[in-house]
């Protein structure tokens, strides 16, 4: 069964710094893709980065950026330059070949202006 | 350029009451699933789809139905609703052989 953990509930960052929200997960696959989507108060999920398991090279989207260490089942995501747009819930989530999406529950990041 | 539609957007019903929330997509998509999501609970599987007339079940299953006889359209119908059921409904649907899901914009659901 496949597993994600976010256990930082609720992160802040002060506008222009760098912050960096943990996720771990467990896969008994070895074909597997990882994600980061932002839920800003709309609701609407938004796709932030993806990883695919298969590339040691971590992934990177503008001021978006992954630390992936698979040997750790671990996969960050650290923002920088951080703006007032970037307040939002955001969730960490794992996909191998049974189409099935696996999230974790959250963190929700605040941005001190 | 439509993506995942769902209605009702907004929808308050009484315990025992059913409805259906409707979930379409014009992406030609063979997947197509239903979440809820509860506060601290993250994102959780209902149902899901691989194909028309093919549904199986996710994580949270009770006291939901799925069908799927076409590929645009994935209807999620509450038999007899419960107060436990109140959530915000996401349906979502991706293309076989796809890694990336594609979300509709939400249904609130409010069971009183």
């Known amino acids: 069964a496949q597993t994600v953990t976010q256990s930082q509930p609720e992160m802040s960052v002060q506008e222009a710094e760098t912050v960096t929200l943990s996720c771990t997960y467990d896969?008994?696959?070895?074909?597997?893709?990882l994600f980061w989507y932002k839920q800003p108060p709309s609701r609407q999920m938004i796709l932030v980065i993806r990883?695919?398991?298969?590339?040691?090279q971590n992934a990177t989207e503008n001021r978006f950026s992954v630390n992936f260490q698979k040997a750790a089942k671990s996969f960050s995501l650290k923002i920088s330059d951080s703006q007032l747009g970037d307040a939002a819930m955001y969730f960490c989530?794992?996909?191998?070949?049974?189409?099935?999406?696996?999230f974790g529950t959250g963190t929700r990041l605040k941005v001190l202006a | 350029n439509a993506g995942v539609t769902q209605t009702p957007k907004f929808q308050v019903l009484k315990t025992g009451q059913s409805m259906t929330l409707q979930c379409a997509q014009d992406m030609n998509h063979e997947y197509m699933s239903w979440y809820r999501q509860d506060p601290g609970m993250g994102l959780r599987l209902i149902h899901y789809s691989v194909g028309a007339g093919i549904t199986d079940q996710g994580e949270v299953p009770n006291g939901y139905n799925v069908s799927r006889s076409t590929t645009e359209d994935f209807p999620l119908r509450l038999l007899s609703a419960a107060p436990s059921q109140t959530s915000v409904y996401f349906c979502a649907s991706m293309r076989a052989n796809g890694n990336t899901i594609y979300f509709g914009e939400g249904s609130w659901l409010t069971v009183v």
């Open positions: 896969t008994s696959e070895s074909d597997y893709y």
């Open positions: 989530a794992c996909s191998s070949g049974t189409y099935k999406y696996i």
């Open positions: 990883q695919e398991a298969y590339k040691q």
